[in-house]
T-cell receptor
């Protein structure tokens, strides 16, 4: 089955700097890769997703890149703000076929 | 507000007891997923239903069971509760099979 590895487990950045979180997946058939943000005590919220027919997707300060050959995908947050502080989860699945498999999460702290 | 409703928000009970968690998916969503999140842990997939039928099973204990009713709401039944079952239980829903998932606010289960 699918296995998703996520790094780093914790990340601290200064406000205004960029943050990058990386994930690798094992099943080459996986074609859907969402990212979720979870603030303390709250529900995971979908912040961006990408499908395997594209290599990059942006939404304001957030971008996700996908390298199908290397089987890894990354979340990029630019101009970080204190409200970006949260746990971020990546996930992978075969859309329409298999459930999401989540990485173990990255705790991002943005220091003002 | 994700549109996914989970009740109750908090549940406190004792070892050996049985509880039922309830989830109402977003209007129009046919898929329901259940996840367990223990303290500082990732999201462990338990089970998925699609339009009333079980679609996939993850790391769900035999003491746990679930069902999805004709009105598409779902219930997760946890029995013979142990201290280690204390966790946040999330429900998520999606429009089809393994489409983007939107999470409810969760039920926090505490076993005393």
């Amino acid at each position: 089955g699918e296995n998703v590895e996520q790094h780093p487990s914790t990340l601290s950045v200064q406000e205004g700097d960029s943050a990058v979180i990386k994930c690798t997946y094992s099943d080459s058939a996986s074609n859907y890769f969402p990212w979720y943000k979870q603030e303390l005590g709250k529900r995971p919220q979908l912040i961006i997703d990408i499908r395997s027919n594209v290599g990059e997707k942006k939404d304001q300060r957030i971008a996700v890149t996908l390298n199908k050959t290397a089987k890894h995908f990354s979340l990029h947050i630019t101009e970080t703000q204190p409200e970006d502080s949260a746990v971020y989860f990546c996930a992978a699945s075969i859309e329409g076929n298999t459930p999401l498999v989540f990485g173990k999460g990255t705790r991002l702290s943005v220091i003002a | 507000d994700s549109g996914v409703t989970q009740t109750p928000k908090h549940l406190i009970t004792a070892t050996g007891q049985r509880v039922t968690l309830r989830c109402s998916p977003r209007s129009g969503d046919l898929s329901v997923y259940w996840y367990q999140q223990s303290l500082d842990q990732g999201l462990q997939f338990l089970i998925q239903y699609y339009n009333g039928e079980e679609r996939a099973k993850g790391n769900i204990l035999e003491r746990f069971s679930a069902q999805q009713f004709p009105d598409l709401h779902s219930e997760l039944n946890l029995s013979s509760l142990e201290l280690g079952d204390s966790a946040l239980y999330f429900c998520a829903s999606g429009t089809g099979e393994n489409q983007p998932q939107h999470f409810g606010d969760g039920t926090r289960l505490s076993i005393l």
